[in-house]
């Protein structure tokens, strides 16, 4: 069964940081070699942050390079996105997203996605 399930959002002023969760089920973490982070605002599009795929290849957006970092944890099958300097633009729902993807980017289409974790950054 594909289970992703976020946690770590909250509120933060603007300079702070946050670490995202994602706990996926044995049978995701095990199955899908490419993961993701997604982000969508209130009447934005949705945006692809980092991914994770084979090998530990990421790939980043230019708007988080440098700020983000996408990890994995194998031993707790859990994906974490650690959030530095946030900015008040960084404010979305934060979704994790699993697949098996030719080619995992951070702006991938993904079948598989969590229900999210709200992040809000103040000035």
């Known amino acids: 069964q594909v289970r992703l399930v976020e946690s770590g959002g909250g509120s933060v002023q603007a300079g702070g940081s946050l670490r995202l969760s994602c706990a996926a089920s044995?049978?995701?973490?095990?199955?899908?070699?490419?993961f993701g982070w997604f982000r969508q605002a209130p009447g934005k599009e949705r945006e692809g942050v980092p991914s994770?795929?084979?090998?530990?290849?990421?790939d980043y957006s230019d708007s988080v390079k440098g700020r983000f970092t996408i990890s994995k944890d194998n031993a707790k099958n859990t994906l974490y996105l650690q959030m530095n300097s946030l900015k008040p633009e960084d404010t979305a729902m934060y979704y994790c997203?699993?697949?098996?993807?030719?080619?995992?980017?951070?702006?991938?289409?993904?079948?598989?996605w969590g229900q999210g974790t709200q992040v809000t950054v103040s000035p």
């Open positions: 997203a699993a697949d098996n993807l030719i080619y995992c980017y951070s702006d991938s289409e993904f079948d598989h």
């Open positions: 044995t049978y995701t973490y095990s199955f899908y070699h490419c």
């Open positions: 994770i795929g084979r090998g530990d290849r990421t």
